[in-house]
C-alpha cells in the first residue's frame, strides 16, 4: 500500500533527465583534485617551439643563386650543393649556428622543440602537391619514401621544404660523406672478413652494389639532469680457505657500506632513433642494433633542412613524437648518470650495487635530424618471417657493422675441431710434467 506522503521515485525511463548525459564543461575539471602525476601532466606547459622553417623554400622550388635553375644536387663528399645547369657552389647553413642550439644547456628548464619535432598529426597523408610555377602543371611528390620529384612538362625540380604535419620534413640534415663506391667496398671487406663461415645462399645471393644511401629519422637532444644513485658497496678485508681436498671451500669477510651519489650534468646532442620500425630491437627477427654500432655522427656539422640534399637517395619518416620517445631518453640519461658516479666507487673492490636511483630532467630541447647510413640488407628465410640481416655504413665517417647469416654445422664443426686439438694440448703437457 502506497503512502501519500512517500515521494514519487524519480524517472528512470527513456528520456529522463538521468539519461541525459552532462553538458561539456558543465563540470569543469579541477586539476588539484587529481591524483600528483596526472595533476602535473594537465598542468604543465606546452613545449616552447623554435621556428626552423625555411620561409624561402615553402613553394617547393630551389633555385640556384647565380642562374636560378632548379637541378640542385648536393656535391659528392662535401657539404655543399651545386647546380647542375652553371656549376655554381653553395654551403648549407650549419643550423646550431641558424638557432642557437647547442647553446645554455645548463640554464634548459622546460621541454623546447624545434618545429620539425612537434607532434606528427593524426590523419596526416604522405601526399604533397605543389603547383608549377613554370606551367600551371600539379605536381605531386609521395613523401612515404622520396622527398623532390619532376614536373613532367617543364622539368622544374620540387622538394618538400614546407614543414607538413606527417613527420617526413626534419629540421636538419647532415649530408652524406662517404660516397658509394666507398661503402661499397667497406661492406665487401666486411663480408669477405667473414665469408668462411657464412650461410652458402647469402654468398650466392651477395650484391654489395645494390647498397641503399638511406636518410635515417633521429631525434637530437640536449638535456639539463641530474640524478640521486643509491646502494651498496663492499670492502674485502679478509680471504680464507677452510677445510682440504675437495672440500676445501674459500671465504671472505667484508665491510659494507651504504652509498649515495648525486650527479648533476648535461648532454649535448643525445640521438634517438625516431621511427618506431628501427626502435624495434627483436634480434629474432632483425639486426636493426647494428645501425646503432656505428655511432656516433658528428651532428654538429647538421645544416638547415633543404630536400635538394636528398635528391638520389631515399629516407624514411618520422612516426614518433617527443612525448613517446621521452621514457628512452630518461632510460639513457641514467645510464649516462651511472657512468658520471662510477670513478668515485673505485675503492669498493667487492662491487657496487645500486638499488634505487631517480632521475630529475629539469629541461630538454628536442630537434628533429636526418643521418646518413648505407645500408646493405639481406633477408634469411625462416619460420615466422625469416631473419632480416643488415650491414650498415656510418655515412659521414665510414663505420662499419653488420651482421652476415652463418652455416650453423659449420660453427659446430669449429668449435668441436678446436675443442678436441686444445684437450690435445691440455693432455700432452700433463703428460710432460
Known sequence: MSNANTP????????????VPPAPGSFPLDPATLPEPIRDEITAPDPAVIDTAAAELKDGINRCPNCGATEIRQKPGSDLLICLYCRSEWSGTRVEEAF??????????STVVASGAQDIAAGSSDLCSFKCEGCGAEVTVNTANAMTARCHWCRHVFGVNEQIDNGAVPDAVLPFHIKKDDAVARIRQFVDKRRLFALKQFKEQFTPENVLGVYLPYMVIDANASADIAGCGEIETRRYT??????????????????????????DDLTI??????????????????????LPFDTKNAVKWNASWLAGHSSEKRDLNVEQLQPELEDQLLSIARAQ???????YGRGVRWE??????????????????????????????GMLHYIAVNGRTGETMGSVPVQQWKLLLAALTVGTFLEGIALWIVGSQ
Open 100 to 109: 642557437g642550439l647547442g647553446k645554455d644547456i645548463d640554464q634548459l628548464d
Open 356 to 385: 634505487q636511483e631517480r632521475l630529475d630532467l629539469h629541461g630538454s630541447r628536442w630537434v628533429s635530424m636526418y643521418l646518413p647510413v648505407w645500408l646493405y640488407s639481406y633477408h634469411q628465410p625462416g619460420s615466422g618471417g
Open 242 to 267: 677452510e677445510g682440504s681436498g675437495d672440500n676445501r671451500k674459500t671465504y671472505y669477510d667484508a665491510d659494507v657500506y651504504a652509498l649515495r651519489r648525486h650527479v648533476d650534468f648535461t648532454v
Open 341 to 347: 658516479v662510477e670513478s668515485s666507487v673505485g675503492r
Open 8 to 19: 514519487a521515485p524519480p524517472p528512470t525511463g527513456p528520456g529522463s533527465p538521468r539519461e
Open 273 to 294: 632513433e625516431s621511427a618506431a620500425a628501427r626502435g624495434n630491437l627483436d634480434t629474432r627477427r632483425n639486426t636493426n642494433n647494428i645501425i646503432n654500432t656505428i
